[in-house]
DNA sequence: CGGTATCCCTGAGGATACTG
DNA sequence: CAGTATCCTCAGGGATACCG
């Protein structure tokens, strides 16, 4: 299994750097569209219902919301609670997985900081 | 200034959130195309020439490389140095920013690898 | 060797309206 | 309230050929 092997051996060259690339694409994949990040980042604040979600998110349309808290429940980062059926009171929330995912782009956001200053200064770049 | 701001504040709710969001996006927008990480990841583990990263990276065309490295030098990830003018050599390679960088990318490869162990258990999901 | 130039195609995402 | 359905646009990226 290239997942456990790739832990013990030595890297010799690029070709066995590329099993190095999933795992950091798989990430990529689940947080890189357009409104994962928001998403992820309002309901790491707290639970949120389908609306409340629509309304925080600016721009957001009711569709590109429901696609994309479908593909971060089938992955496993937010869970859909119905806390209500009979009023269709639906609930969103992080995952444990989802939980540690803030963990990693937490370490991106201070990366990130960190560039924003270094380059500014560096280039007299404006803040957008 | 924004990124000075928010460390200091405490977050009230998901419209402070959102300037969490942006070092994020910076992150992903730097490395998150196609063929990013697969260069970046050639030249960490060492310089390389154009052609050797068109060797190198399966299925990139010139076109795509040239883009790329354009794109990551302008973001002060990759250092392009003519080592040898009359014979048109050119090699590539990381900045120190870029190098930094890599931290936060083994970051996101060791939770992604985690992540794939945990879920291929829990669905009985194959390897691609 | 180290790239550009042209043309093309797909899919992410927007706008708007509608539904159980 | 919590979504779907339809239609449309545009940019990321592929294929191929060419250049100094």
């Excluded at 992820?40 to 696609?67: C, W, Y």
């Excluded at 991106?108 to 560039?115: A, F, H, P």
Aim: net charge positive; charged share 35%; aromatic share 8%.
């Amino acid at each position: 299994m290239v997942v456990e092997k790739f832990n013990k051996m030595a890297i010799k060259d690029y070709q066995e750097c590329k099993v190095y690339i999933r795992p950091v694409r798989d990430v990529i994949d689940m947080i890189g569209s357009k409104w994962k990040l928001p998403i992820l980042v309002a309901l790491g604040f707290k639970d949120h219902r389908f609306n409340e979600l629509e309304r925080q998110i600016q721009g957001i349309t009711p569709r590109m919301l429901s696609r994309e808290l479908k593909d971060l429940e089938f992955n496993k980062l937010v869970k859909r609670v119905v806390s209500c059926p009979d009023d269709n009171i639906v609930k969103y929330g992080l995952t444990e997985e989802g939980k540690s995912l803030e963990q990693v782009i937490t370490a991106m956001r201070i990366w990130g900081t960190d560039y924003r200053k270094k380059i500014m200064k560096k280039n007299d770049f404006e803040l957008r």
